[in-house]
């Protein structure tokens, strides 16, 4: 299996809504960013995976070190044999996708975050480097689209944790800020326990609308020069929104299910995107 069949196979295998907004990108840049999520979605699973977390320390100091050889001309992991043609070209730096690495190690090292700075850290690593990585692929122009990049980035970030607090309670993680918590006076443990609540939904209510203020924020940030460049960012913006509203229709049942939706819309809002040029 050549290196580019294998980043191909592992960006299609994860379902990522990221696919559909891939479809639409020309040949070279297609391949560029499929190759940096294949990169993010292997150090990711290190710790999705993680059975020991000795193991997973180890895993992603390869990563690191794997990382610097590739730099140096040395790249030994197929993701990163696929991806390294693509650096020069797209600005992609070491520090990037070290960035990332730390955002991983961070979930090694805790799970709680005791206010929303913290937290924004933790998104800002795993999410805006990535957006700022992406946006660069996609063909910005405008210096200030990185700025976007990282407010689009938290925006979808935070939209996964609300999406995930079930999921991430099953491994004993919370996201969400501890001092929010207790504004709302929802227990650690009754969210450990998915148990459900007003005090609860309130909650995730204030989540969502913190959300939904980086999305207007995010997109407010766009320079008219990059919106037809930055199109793919604005696909997942409409589908991560759209999950969003859901979410919030459905009364924020997140504790015993994984809310989604389908490929088809998925596939729709992106397409909208794509030919109307709007959300």
């Known amino acids: 299996m050549t290196p580019e069949q294998y980043v191909q196979d ?14 639409f990108l020309p040949a070279p840049r297609r391949a560029a960013i499929t190759a940096f999520y294949a990169f993010c979605r292997e150090v990711d699973d290190v710790v999705d995976e993680m059975v020991d977390h000795g193991v997973a320390a180890t895993k992603l100091a390869w990563w690191q070190s794997e990382v610097g050889k590739a730099f140096a001309g040395q790249p030994s992991h197929p993701v990163m044999k696929a991806l390294m043609p693509h650096t020069a070209v797209y600005g992609i730096e070491a520090r990037h996708l070290l960035g990332v690495i730390e955002g991983c190690q961070m979930d090694l090292e805790q799970t709680r975050y005791l206010d929303y700075p913290n937290l924004q850290r933790y998104c800002h690593l795993v999410a805006g480097v990535v957006g700022e990585v992406a946006a660069r692929i996609f063909g910005q122009t405008d210096p200030q689209t990185t700025a976007y990049a990282h407010k689009l980035g938290q925006a979808l970030q935070l939209t996964n944790i609300l999406r995930d607090v079930g999921e991430d309670a099953l491994r004993g993680r919370i996201y969400l800020p501890v001092n929010e918590l207790q504004q ?4 650690a443990h009754e969210i450990l326990k998915r148990t459900y609540s007003d005090r609860f939904t309130a909650l995730m209510r204030f989540q969502a609308q913190r959300a939904q203020g980086l999305y207007d924020e995010a997109l407010a940030l766009l320079p008219d020069a990059d919106r037809r460049t930055q199109k793919p960012g604005l696909m997942m913006a409409s589908i991560y929104r759209a999950l969003l509203r859901e979410i919030e229709a459905d009364n924020f049942q997140v504790l015993h299910q994984r809310v ?6 998925k596939l729709w809002l992106a397409w909208k995107v794509q030919a109307l040029g709007r959300l």
Do not use: E, N
Request: aromatic content about 20%.
């Open 260 to 265: 989604a939706l389908t490929p088809l819309r």
């Open 184 to 187: 709302f006076d929802v227990k």
């Open 10 to 23: 592992k960006a299609a295998a994860s379902g990522s809504s990221f696919y559909y907004a891939f479809l």
